[in-house]
C-alpha cells in the first residue's frame, strides 16, 4: 500500500498527472528527463491524489464536504463561509498512520540521500487538475518554506490538503467548470535549496508581453522566490535570445535591467514562523542578482525544458547560496501568449498625452481609462467599483474575483512576472505593476489614462484622455521583390510587432536609445569635470547607479538597446544608423550644454558624419563603436548592418571609416558591412564614388528633399513646399537607384512617403528599389499596395514583350 502513497520523483513522468497531479508529475519528467541534458532539479517525492483520498475516507470528510459545496451553489453559504467550514474540517483531521509512516519514512530517506539530518524542505500543493495547458491553477494552493521535522512536515502537508479549498480555488474551479470532488491533491516535498542566501525567481520561454518566442525572460530577486511570485518586490529583469545559445563564444543577453528589490525572504532563526520579510541592503539593491554566466545557464535550460515539452514553458528557478548552484524547482506550460493564435495585430495610440504622473512596468499593449478606486487589503475587495482601475500594494489569488471586473490595475510593487502581471495577462487587463508609490500618488476616484501602449514602460496620466485602437489584419499577406522591412524607434517597442512578416529592421536611429535610455552625453561621462553645475553632477551620478564605470553604462545600455532591436528579426538585417543628433538635440542630454557650440542653423550644421572624427566628438563617438562592436561580436548579432549619416563628401566617408576601424569596426571585417544615407545631393552626384566606399544606401527621403528644395524640412511656413514626390527630387532618387545598380549595391528608403503616397510607392518600385522600409503601421497597407504595383509592372513588361514578338 506504501507504494501507492508515495512516489519518488525520478519515478515519475508527465502521464503522472493524474496521480500527482502536473506540478509534481512536472518535476518527476525533469528529473527523469532532463538532469542528463544538465538541466539541475532538487531531490524529493509526492504524495499520491491515492494518499488524499485516503486521508478524506478515513476521516469520513466527503458528506460534509458535499454539503457545504451544495450550500454553496444553493446560495446558502457564502464563499467564504464555505472554504472556512472545508479547510476546518481538513486541519481537524488526522493522518491514518499508514500515510504518516510513508511520509515520514521518505523524509528521513530524503535526509539521508543529502547527508543532512532533519532536512529543510519546501511542501508544495499540487492539484490533479493543475498546470494544464488549457486551465492555469498556478497559485491557487498553497505552498510552505524551510519546512523541517517530521512534525512539522505532517502539519504542512495537512495545511496543503486544507488549501484545496482555498476561497481562490473554489471559485476559480467552480468559473473552470471543475467537480470540486473530482479534484484531488498531492504534495511534493522537495530539498530546499538555499536561496534564502543567494537569490531565486522566475522565468519564461516566450516572451510575455508580446508572444516574441525567440526569448527567454528571466526575473531574479534576493532571497526565497516567493517575493518575485507575489509580486512583493521589482525584481531584476534578463533576456536571453535563445537562437545564439548554441553557439558558446556569444553571450546573447539583450537585456539587464536592475530592479528595486527593496526586501528579501529568508529564514526565520525563531518563532512559530519559518521564513520571514528583511530589508535588502544598498549594495545588493544596486548590485544584479546574476551574473551573466548563471543568466545564460537559465537560458539555456529555458530552451531545454521548452524543447522537451514542445511549448512554452513557465518555470520558478533558485540559486544555492551555499554552493553557488542554480536548480529549477518548478515548470509548467505558459498558458497565455502560447494560446494565442491571432492573425490580427491591435495596435493602440493616444491622441493626445502629457507628463505622466505615475510610470511602471507595463503589461499588455493597450490603454484604459476611468477612476481609480484603492484598495490596499482583500478584506476591503468589496469597496471595489466595478469598471474602475484597481490600485493597490500588489495582488495575490485572493484578488482575482476582483481583477476581472476592473478596467485597469495600477500595483505598487511587482515585476513583469509577479502575481498581478501573470492574471491580467490571463484576463486581458491592461495594469502597470511596480510603480513604487501608485497607492501614495493617487488617489481615490481621480480620473486617469492608463497607457501601455508605449511599450516596456507604463504610463498613468491625469484625466481621461482620447486614445485610438487600430486592429492590423495579417492574414494573407502577398509576397514582394521588393524587401519590405521596419523602422523600429524604440528597444521597447521591439517586440510588439514580430509577427510582420518583414525582411529585418530597414532603419534603428541609435539616437533615440541614447535620448531614451541613457539620457545622457556621452563627452559628460567621459569627462565629468567639465560638467560645472551641481544639479547636473547628481542627475549623472543617479542614472549611472549601479555602475562603477560611467563609460561601461553608455556602452552597455546602449548595445543592450541596439540588441533588442535587432533580435526580433534575425536573422535579416538590422540597419543601425549612427547618431544624427544636431547640437542643439544633443545640448538637452544631460550635460550635453557644456560640450556642444550653439549654431544658427543646426540642420544643417555639426551633424552626422562631421563629428565622428572631430576632436570634439572623437572620443564619444568611440563608444557607439564599442557598443556595435559588443553587439555583433560578444552577444553575437551579426545581422547589425552599420550606417553613415549626413556624409557630405568622399573625403568626409574616407575620415570616418578609417575612424570606425580604429575603433574595432573595420568594414569587411567579420562580416561587417557598412551602409551610407543617400541623403545629400552630393551623395547623389558622386554615388559611384561613394559606392566604391560603402556596401549599400539607404535614401533619406525628409533630408533629401530639403536639401534638393532648399525646404527647412522643419518649417510649418513652408510645409506646402516640402514634397517628396517633386521632380527634382524624383529625379535624384531616379539618379541614386541608377547609379546604385550600376555599382552592383543594394539602396533601399527608409522614410514614410511610400506610406503617405500610393503614387511615391509605384515610383520606387518602378525604379527598382530594393528595399523599403516602413513604420509598423503601415507595413500591411504598402506591403498589399507594393505587391500590386508589382504585379502591374509585370504584367506591362508581359504585354511589351508580346507585342515585340508579333
Excluded at 111 to 137: G, M, W, Y
Excluded at 203 to 210: H, P
Excluded at 335 to 341: A, G, K, L
Aim: hydrophobic fraction near 40%; include cysteine.
Amino acid at each position: 500500500m506504501t507504494q501507492n502513497l508515495i512516489a519518488w520523483f525520478e519515478t515519475l513522468s508527465i502521464r503522472d498527472v493524474g496521480r500527482v497531479g502536473g506540478k509534481n508529475a512536472s518535476l518527476g519528467e525533469m528529473v527523469r528527463a532532463l538532469e542528463g541534458k544538465g538541466v539541475r532539479v532538487p531531490g524529493g517525492f509526492a504524495t499520491t491524489a491515492a494518499a488524499f483520498r485516503e486521508y478524506v475516507s478515513a476521516n469520513g470528510l466527503e458528506p460534509d464536504l458535499r454539503r457545504n459545496i451544495d450550500a454553496l451553489k444553493s446560495g446558502k453559504l457564502s464563499l467564504h463561509a464555505t472554504g472556512e467550514a472545508i479547510r476546518r474540517l481538513f486541519l481537524d483531521a488526522e493522518f491514518p498512520q499508514e500515510i504518516s509512516n510513508a511520509i515520514t519514512h521518505a523524509y528521513r530517506e530524503l535526509s539521508k540521500r543529502s547527508h543532512t539530518e532533519d532536512i529543510s524542505v519546501a511542501v508544495r500543493s499540487s492539484a490533479t487538475a493543475e498546470d494544464l495547458p488549457q486551465a492555469s491553477f498556478a497559485g491557487q494552493q498553497e505552498t510552505f518554506l524551510n519546512v523541517r521535522g517530521e512534525r512539522a512536515l505532517l502539519d504542512a502537508c495537512r495545511r496543503c490538503y486544507a488549501s484545496l479549498f482555498t476561497d481562490r480555488a473554489i471559485s476559480y474551479r467552480e468559473v473552470q467548470g471543475f467537480d470540486h470532488l473530482d479534484v484531488a491533491l498531492s504534495i511534493g516535498v522537495q530539498q530546499m535549496v538555499r536561496s534564502d542566501l543567494a537569490g531565486s525567481g522566475v522565468m519564461f520561454s516566450i516572451d510575455t508581453e508580446s508572444g516574441f518566442p525567440n526569448v527567454a525572460v528571466v526575473s531574479a530577486a534576493w532571497g526565497l522566490g516567493e517575493t518575485v511570485v507575489q509580486g512583493a518586490v521589482d525584481p531584476d529583469r534578463y533576456l536571453v535570445f535563445k537562437p545564439l545559445l548554441g553557439e558558446r563564444q556569444y553571450k546573447p543577453i539583450i537585456e539587464k535591467a536592475a530592479g528595486a528589490k527593496e526586501i528579501k525572504m529568508v529564514y526565520a532563526t525563531g518563532g512559530s514562523s519559518r521564513t520571514t520579510s528583511v530589508k535588502t541592503t544598498l549594495a545588493e539593491r544596486q548590485a544584479f542578482v546574476l551574473e551573466d554566466d548563471e543568466i545564460l545557464q537559465l537560458g539555456r535550460w529555458a530552451a531545454i525544458i521548452e524543447e522537451h515539452y514542445g511549448r512554452p514553458m513557465d518555470m520558478e528557478w533558485a540559486k544555492d547560496g551555499e554552493t553557488g548552484e542554480l536548480f529549477i524547482v518548478q515548470a509548467r506550460p505558459e498558458t497565455v501568449q502560447s494560446s494565442r493564435h491571432d492573425a490580427t495585430v491591435k495596435s493602440y495610440r493616444l491622441k493626445q498625452t502629457g507628463k505622466p504622473i505615475l510610470t511602471g512596468s507595463a503589461i499588455g499593449e493597450a490603454i484604459a481609462t476611468g477612476k481609480v478606486c484603492i484598495v490596499r487589503s482583500t478584506s476591503d475587495i468589496e469597496q471595489f467599483r466595478d469598471g474602475s482601475i484597481l490600485v493597490t500594494e500588489m495582488t495575490d489569488p485572493d484578488w482575482v474575483p476582483v481583477m476581472k471586473k476592473a478596467a485597469g490595475i495600477i500595483t505598487d510593487h511587482g515585476g513583469t512576472t509577479s502575481h498581478a502581471a501573470i492574471v491580467s495577462r490571463e484576463l486581458g487587463v491592461p495594469a502597470i505593476v511596480g510603480t513604487g508609490n501608485g497607492t501614495q500618488v493617487l488617489h481615490d476616484g481621480q480620473e486617469i489614462t492608463l497607457s501601455c501602449a508605449s511599450g516596456d514602460r507604463g504610463e498613468v496620466y491625469s484625466g481621461i484622455l482620447p486614445f485610438e485602437e487600430v486592429e492590423v489584419d495579417l492574414s494573407g499577406l502577398p509576397e514582394t521583390r521588393t524587401a519590405m522591412m521596419v523602422n523600429i524607434a524604440s528597444p521597447a517597442a521591439a517586440f510588439r510587432w514580430w509577427r510582420l512578416p518583414a525582411k529585418g529592421v530597414g532603419l534603428a536611429r541609435m539616437e533615440f536609445i541614447i535620448n531614451n535610455l541613457i539620457k545622457i552625453h556621452p563627452m559628460a561621462l567621459i569627462h565629468p569635470e567639465r560638467v560645472e553645475d551641481v544639479e547636473t553632477r547628481r542627475q549623472m551620478r543617479e542614472a549611472v547607479r549601479g555602475f562603477a564605470d560611467p563609460v561601461e553604462f553608455f556602452v552597455e545600455t546602449l548595445a543592450l538597446g541596439i540588441a533588442k532591436l535587432a533580435a526580433p528579426y534575425h536573422p535579416h538585417p538590422a540597419i543601425v544608423r549612427l547618431s544624427d543628433f544636431k547640437t542643439n538635440e544633443y545640448a538637452h542630454l544631460i550635460g550635453g550644454s557644456f560640450f556642444e557650440p550653439k549654431e544658427e542653423n543646426p540642420m544643417i550644421g555639426w551633424r552626422g558624419s562631421s563629428r565622428y572624427y572631430d576632436d570634439r566628438y572623437r572620443e564619444g563617438f568611440e563608444l557607439e563603436c564599442r557598443a556595435l562592436g559588443k553587439v555583433r561580436n560578444q552577444i553575437g548579432l551579426k545581422n547589425v548592418i552599420v550606417m553613415v549619416p549626413f556624409c557630405r563628401t568622399l573625403e568626409e566617408a574616407d575620415r570616418v571609416l578609417a575612424t570606425m576601424a580604429k575603433y574595432g569596426l573595420e568594414r569587411g571585417s567579420e562580416g561587417l558591412e557598412v551602409y551610407m544615407m543617400c541623403e545629400i545631393p552630393s551623395n547623389v552626384f558622386l554615388a559611384e564614388e561613394f559606392a566604391k566606399r560603402f556596401d549599400g544606401f539607404s535614401i533619406g527621403s525628409n533630408d533629401l528633399t530639403q536639401l534638393v528644395l532648399g525646404v527647412d524640412r522643419d518649417s510649418s511656413d513652408l510645409a506646402h513646399l516640402f514634397d517628396e514626390r517633386n521632380e527634382a527630387v524624383e529625379r535624384a532618387i531616379r539618379q541614386a537607384i541608377g547609379k546604385a545598380h550600376e555599382a552592383g549595391i543594394k539602396i533601399g528608403i527608409c522614410g514614410q512617403a511610400p506610406s503617405n503616397y500610393p503614387e511615391f510607392a509605384e515610383f520606387l518600385v518602378g525604379q527598382g528599389i530594393d528595399s523599403i522600409s516602413l513604420n509598423p503601421d503601415s507595413f500591411v497597407t504598402t506591403i498589399r499596395h507594393v505587391a500590386e504595383m508589382e504585379r502591374k509592372i509585370d504584367a506591362g513588361s508581359d504585354g511589351a514583350e508580346q507585342g515585340a514578338q508579333h
